[in-house]
């Protein structure tokens, strides 16, 4: 069971990113997925998730009308797209997937994680 993230780098202020989070070694589309950042200094902060089945999906306020999260079941892929980036968004991206199948995100619990990716909003 692996994930891997990936599209991260530097963009200005406003700008966007997708974030890609690959599976390999299990369905990604059977568990619920979510995109959890961590600053420098600061704690994890939970970002959105997607359940698995009815594919509902749920953001923390803080990028709730910016960011998408969506999956491509044939990619076995979730995607982060994140538009009108802002420098609070710098941080280190990881995607994570719940330890049991057909969950969802009221009560995730994330137990593979991949490996992050570096995102610096920054003019």
């Known amino acids: 069971v692996q994930l891997q993230a990936s599209g991260g780098g530097l963009v200005q202020p406003g700008g966007s990113l997708r974030l890609s989070c690959a599976a390999s070694?299990?369905?990604?589309?059977?568990?619920?997925i979510g995109w959890i950042r961590q600053a420098p200094g600061k704690e994890r902060e939970w970002v959105s998730c997607i359940s698995s089945v009815t594919d509902s999906t749920y953001y923390a306020d803080s990028v709730k009308g910016r960011f998408t999260i969506s999956r491509d079941n044939a990619k076995n892929t979730v995607y982060l797209q994140m538009n009108s980036l802002k420098p609070e968004d710098t941080a280190v991206y990881y995607c994570?997937?719940?330890?049991?199948?057909?969950?969802?995100?009221?009560?995730?619990?994330?137990?593979?994680w991949g490996q992050g990716t570096q995102v610096t909003v920054s003019s």
């Open positions: 994570a997937a719940d330890r049991f199948k057909f969950s969802d995100c009221q009560a995730p619990d994330f137990g593979s």
């Open positions: 070694g299990f369905t990604l589309g059977y568990y619920a």
